[in-house]
């Protein structure tokens, strides 16, 4: 079975804080995809950034990091000072190479950065 | 280079009365999807297209739903008769392959918000 689990379902922080988004998944394919993607109140996806299974590399991308462990099938992301923007909804995704193509998304975690 | 383009944004509609979703992929992108996002449900996979043949079309609630892609730059999603419980944010993606090769991200339009009163 697939699963992504996002158990934080709301996180409300102060701006210039530190946060850190869950992600756990579940899967039985040796070869997958990780996906985290923000949803801002204006509604679009955006896509962030996408993991291999066999690139346990952690990523930097300016105030953004992710933390990929198989260890524990974690995806996890955080985001260093925190600013107001940054308020969005973020959902991570799980998708198996081979003939399944459905993405599995997780429920999302709103994010609320409060001045 | 433009996104994926969806119209129209908004749709609000009486009960029983068709409804036309459109989207134009990514330029070079040969795969499509079709989305539905709402509170209860979060996101749900309606169907999927790969050089514009429909691959997957197991999320498609019932024979009131349907999908074209007549060509590698249009897709519509149709629903006939509407109906209140279909009110949600329809999304449209596109990405350059399937995303089980090479994992390729899914690039999202803004999304049609439908209301079906």
């Known amino acids: 079975a697939q699963k992504v689990t996002q158990a934080q379902t709301e996180i409300s922080v102060v701006e210039k804080e530190d946060v850190t988004l869950d992600c756990v998944y579940e899967t039985r394919d040796t070869t997958y995809y990780l996906f985290w993607y923000k949803q801002p109140p204006s509604g679009e996806l955006v896509f962030l950034i996408r993991r291999n299974s066999f690139d346990e590399q952690n990523e930097i991308s300016g105030r953004y990091s992710w933390n990929f462990q198989k260890s524990t099938s974690s995806f996890n992301f955080t985001i260093t000072a925190s600013q107001v923007v940054d308020s969005a909804v973020y959902f991570c995704?799980?998708?198996?190479?081979?003939?399944?193509?459905?993405?599995?998304w997780g429920l999302g975690t709103s994010l609320a950065v409060n001045p | 280079d433009a996104g994926v383009i969806q119209s129209p944004r908004h749709e609000v509609t009486e009960m029983g009365q068709e409804v036309t979703l459109r989207c134009k992929p990514i330029?070079?992108?040969?795969?499509l999807f079709w989305y539905r996002q709402t509170m209860m449900r979060g996101l749900e996979l309606l169907i999927y297209f790969n050089n514009n043949v429909p691959i997957d079309d197991s999320g498609m609630p019932e024979d009131r739903f349907s999908a074209k892609m007549p060509n590698a730059s249009f897709s519509t999603l149709k629903i006939q008769p509407s109906e209140p419980r279909d009110s949600a944010v329809y999304f449209c993606?596109?990405?350059?392959?399937?995303?089980?090769?090479?994992?390729?991200?899914?690039?999202f339009g803004n999304g049609t918000r439908l209301t079906v009163t």
């Open positions: 330029s070079g992108h040969n795969s």
């Open positions: 995704a799980l998708i198996n190479a081979g003939n399944n193509r459905k993405l599995i």
């Open positions: 993606a596109s990405s350059s392959s399937s995303p089980t090769v090479g994992g390729s991200p899914l690039h």
